[in-house]
């Protein structure tokens, strides 16, 4: 599975961005699909994750109400709408894949996921 992840870029507080998150090389409605983001110095940590049929989606408590991932099985596409950015949301963004059961203590751990795109910086000016 290749998966390239977009549309990254410079915004001020308060602005907004919208990820995109491509998919190839395996049946796009079968994969669960996470985003996951890394500021320098610390760990990969999860933003929020939408299981294969869009039906169930999970965030993060810091971007609860201010992110939203969808997805388009028919573009083989996940998307992550980022409103009302943080400096502190400033971090490279990855999109990650995997097909297993979505359980609820598995789904925030990088570990779990298998497949992984290039990162896409992010950065939030004060």
């Known amino acids: 599975v290749q998966l390239q992840a977009s549309g990254g870029g410079l915004v001020q507080t308060g602005g907004s961005l919208r990820l995109s998150c491509a998919t190839s090389g395996r049946t796009f409605s079968d994969l669960h699909m996470g985003w996951f983001r890394q500021a320098p110095g610390k760990e990969r940590g999860f933003v929020g994750v939408i299981s294969r049929d869009g039906g169930i989606t999970d965030y993060v408590d810091s971007v609860k109400g201010r992110f939203t991932i969808s997805r388009d099985n028919a573009k083989n596409t996940v998307y992550l709408q980022m409103n009302s950015l943080k400096p502190e949301d400033t971090a490279v963004y990855y999109c990650?894949?995997?097909?297993?059961?979505?359980?609820?203590?598995?789904?925030?751990?990088?570990?779990?996921?298998?497949?992984w795109g290039r990162g896409t910086q992010v950065t939030v000016s004060s």
């Open positions: 990650a894949a995997y097909n297993g059961p979505i359980i609820a203590t598995l789904i925030r751990r990088p570990g779990t996921y298998g497949y």
